[in-house]
Protein backbone atom coordinates (compact mmCIF):
# COMPACT_ATOMS: atom_id res chain seq x y z
CA UNK A 1 0.00 0.00 0.00
CA UNK A 2 2.51 2.49 0.86
CA UNK A 3 4.03 1.83 -2.42
CA UNK A 4 0.99 3.10 -4.04
CA UNK A 5 0.91 6.30 -1.83
CA UNK A 6 4.46 6.47 -3.14
CA UNK A 7 3.88 6.17 -6.92
CA UNK A 8 0.51 8.81 -6.25
CA UNK A 9 3.05 10.77 -4.79
CA UNK A 10 4.95 11.24 -7.13
CA UNK A 11 3.10 11.45 -10.17
CA UNK A 12 1.27 14.07 -8.51
CA UNK A 13 4.57 16.11 -8.16
CA UNK A 14 5.52 15.89 -11.55
CA UNK A 15 1.92 17.26 -12.22
CA UNK A 16 1.93 19.50 -9.73
CA UNK A 17 5.20 21.27 -10.19
CA UNK A 18 4.30 21.66 -14.06
CA UNK A 19 1.21 23.45 -13.10
CA UNK A 20 2.76 25.29 -10.45
CA UNK A 21 6.31 26.55 -12.61
CA UNK A 22 3.86 27.85 -15.16
CA UNK A 23 1.86 29.91 -12.94
CA UNK A 24 4.71 31.23 -10.85
CA UNK A 25 5.95 32.67 -14.72
CA UNK A 26 2.37 34.13 -15.02
CA UNK A 27 2.22 35.36 -11.71
CA UNK A 28 -1.27 33.96 -10.91
CA UNK A 29 0.30 32.03 -7.66
CA UNK A 30 -2.95 33.63 -5.65
CA UNK A 31 -5.36 32.78 -8.09
CA UNK A 32 -4.06 29.14 -8.21
CA UNK A 33 -4.52 29.22 -4.58
CA UNK A 34 -8.15 29.75 -4.63
CA UNK A 35 -8.57 27.17 -7.42
CA UNK A 36 -6.17 24.58 -5.08
CA UNK A 37 -8.54 25.26 -2.43
CA UNK A 38 -11.58 24.90 -4.03
CA UNK A 39 -10.65 21.47 -5.82
CA UNK A 40 -9.78 20.21 -2.37
CA UNK A 41 -13.16 21.33 -1.05
CA UNK A 42 -15.04 19.54 -3.92
CA UNK A 43 -13.18 16.17 -3.38
CA UNK A 44 -13.62 16.43 0.22
CA UNK A 45 -17.35 16.79 0.05
CA UNK A 46 -18.07 14.74 -2.88
CA UNK A 47 -18.60 11.33 -3.37
CA UNK A 48 -19.24 11.84 -6.92
CA UNK A 49 -15.79 13.11 -7.16
CA UNK A 50 -14.25 10.54 -5.50
CA UNK A 51 -15.82 8.11 -7.64
CA UNK A 52 -14.85 9.50 -10.96
CA UNK A 53 -11.01 9.95 -10.03
CA UNK A 54 -10.73 6.00 -8.57
CA UNK A 55 -13.26 3.94 -10.56
CA UNK A 56 -11.58 1.60 -12.71
CA UNK A 57 -15.45 1.15 -14.18
CA UNK A 58 -15.29 4.55 -16.00
CA UNK A 59 -13.00 5.02 -19.73
CA UNK A 60 -10.57 7.57 -20.26
CA UNK A 61 -13.31 9.53 -22.17
CA UNK A 62 -15.68 9.33 -20.16
CA UNK A 63 -13.00 10.79 -17.10
CA UNK A 64 -11.75 12.94 -19.25
CA UNK A 65 -15.42 14.71 -20.43
CA UNK A 66 -16.67 14.39 -16.76
CA UNK A 67 -13.40 16.13 -15.13
CA UNK A 68 -13.51 18.88 -18.21
CA UNK A 69 -17.04 19.18 -16.59
CA UNK A 70 -16.60 19.60 -13.51
CA UNK A 71 -13.42 22.00 -14.21
CA UNK A 72 -14.93 24.17 -16.18
CA UNK A 73 -18.39 24.58 -13.56
CA UNK A 74 -15.65 25.50 -11.03
CA UNK A 75 -14.10 28.22 -12.80
CA UNK A 76 -10.95 26.86 -13.01
CA UNK A 77 -8.02 28.32 -15.28
CA UNK A 78 -7.12 26.46 -18.43
CA UNK A 79 -3.92 25.48 -17.43
CA UNK A 80 -5.41 23.52 -14.47
CA UNK A 81 -8.41 21.98 -16.42
CA UNK A 82 -5.91 20.87 -19.24
CA UNK A 83 -3.35 19.39 -16.75
CA UNK A 84 -6.70 17.64 -15.04
CA UNK A 85 -7.70 16.26 -18.63
CA UNK A 86 -4.35 15.32 -19.37
CA UNK A 87 -4.59 13.45 -16.38
CA UNK A 88 -7.69 11.61 -16.97
CA UNK A 89 -6.08 10.57 -20.79
CA UNK A 90 -3.42 9.16 -18.93
CA UNK A 91 -5.21 7.15 -16.45
CA UNK A 92 -3.67 9.23 -13.60
CA UNK A 93 -6.83 11.18 -11.48
CA UNK A 94 -6.10 8.67 -9.09
CA UNK A 95 -3.16 10.94 -8.02
CA UNK A 96 -5.65 14.20 -7.91
CA UNK A 97 -5.89 14.14 -4.14
CA UNK A 98 -2.38 14.53 -3.63
CA UNK A 99 -1.62 16.95 -6.66
CA UNK A 100 -4.12 19.43 -4.59
CA UNK A 101 -1.93 18.37 -1.88
CA UNK A 102 1.57 18.80 -3.41
CA UNK A 103 0.50 22.07 -5.09
CA UNK A 104 -0.88 23.46 -1.75
CA UNK A 105 2.49 22.84 -0.18
CA UNK A 106 4.11 24.79 -3.30
CA UNK A 107 2.39 27.92 -2.82
CA UNK A 108 2.50 27.94 0.50
CA UNK A 109 6.17 27.46 0.46
CA UNK A 110 6.26 30.47 -2.40
CA UNK A 111 4.09 32.46 0.33
CA UNK A 112 6.33 31.72 3.80
CA UNK A 113 3.46 30.09 5.04
CA UNK A 114 3.04 26.98 7.21
CA UNK A 115 0.63 24.95 8.20
CA UNK A 116 -0.03 24.02 11.64
CA UNK A 117 -2.10 21.22 12.16
CA UNK A 118 -4.01 21.55 15.47
CA UNK A 119 -6.41 19.06 17.50
CA UNK A 120 -8.42 20.27 20.43
CA UNK A 121 -10.46 18.65 22.51
CA UNK A 122 -13.57 21.76 21.57
CA UNK A 123 -13.69 23.62 18.86
CA UNK A 124 -11.50 26.89 18.57
CA UNK A 125 -13.29 30.27 19.40
CA UNK A 126 -12.09 33.18 17.14
CA UNK A 127 -9.63 34.73 19.80
CA UNK A 128 -8.37 31.45 20.85
CA UNK A 129 -7.55 30.47 16.54
CA UNK A 130 -6.28 34.32 16.44
CA UNK A 131 -3.77 33.84 19.65
CA UNK A 132 -2.82 30.61 18.67
CA UNK A 133 -1.60 31.99 14.70
CA UNK A 134 0.13 34.84 16.21
CA UNK A 135 1.70 32.67 19.29
CA UNK A 136 3.01 30.22 16.51
CA UNK A 137 4.18 32.92 14.12
CA UNK A 138 6.07 34.53 16.27
CA UNK A 139 7.87 30.95 16.74
CA UNK A 140 8.11 29.98 12.89
CA UNK A 141 8.89 33.72 11.78
CA UNK A 142 6.32 32.54 9.04
CA UNK A 143 2.46 33.04 8.40
CA UNK A 144 1.28 30.37 10.02
CA UNK A 145 -2.59 29.17 8.58
CA UNK A 146 -4.30 26.61 11.19
CA UNK A 147 -5.78 23.47 10.06
CA UNK A 148 -8.05 22.58 13.07
CA UNK A 149 -10.06 19.86 14.07
CA UNK A 150 -11.78 18.69 17.08
CA UNK A 151 -10.93 14.98 19.13
CA UNK A 152 -13.07 14.40 22.15
CA UNK A 153 -10.82 12.14 23.11
CA UNK A 154 -8.45 14.08 24.40
CA UNK A 155 -10.94 15.23 26.91
CA UNK A 156 -9.53 18.86 27.40
CA UNK A 157 -6.31 20.97 25.71
CA UNK A 158 -4.84 20.59 22.29
CA UNK A 159 -1.80 18.93 20.02
CA UNK A 160 -0.57 21.05 17.89
CA UNK A 161 2.23 19.92 15.24
CA UNK A 162 3.92 22.62 12.97
CA UNK A 163 6.75 21.22 10.95
CA UNK A 164 8.54 18.25 12.50
CA UNK A 165 7.97 19.84 16.05
CA UNK A 166 4.78 18.66 18.02
CA UNK A 167 3.44 20.05 21.25
CA UNK A 168 0.97 17.49 23.10
CA UNK A 169 -1.01 19.66 26.04
CA UNK A 170 -4.08 17.10 26.42
CA UNK A 171 -5.40 15.91 29.54
CA UNK A 172 -5.66 12.60 27.75
CA UNK A 173 -1.30 12.45 27.65
CA UNK A 174 -1.01 14.12 30.79
CA UNK A 175 -2.98 11.09 32.33
CA UNK A 176 -0.83 8.57 30.20
CA UNK A 177 2.16 10.23 31.90
CA UNK A 178 0.51 9.93 34.70
CA UNK A 179 -0.67 6.13 35.00
CA UNK A 180 2.91 5.51 33.61
CA UNK A 181 4.76 7.10 36.47
CA UNK A 182 2.56 5.51 38.68
CA UNK A 183 2.99 2.03 37.29
CA UNK A 184 6.90 2.10 37.50
CA UNK A 185 6.09 3.66 41.45
CA UNK A 186 3.80 0.84 42.74
Known amino acids: MANNASISANIAGRYAQAVFDLVREEGAVDALAGQVESLGAALKDSADLRTLIN ?38 LFALPQLVSRLSALIAEARGEVT ?57 SKLASLQNVMKEVG
Open 55 to 92: SPLISRGEQEAAIGAVASRMGLSPLLANTLRLMAQNRR
Open 116 to 172: AEVVSAAPLTAEQARRLTETLAAKSGKTVKLDTRVDEGLIGGMIVKLGSQMIDSSIR
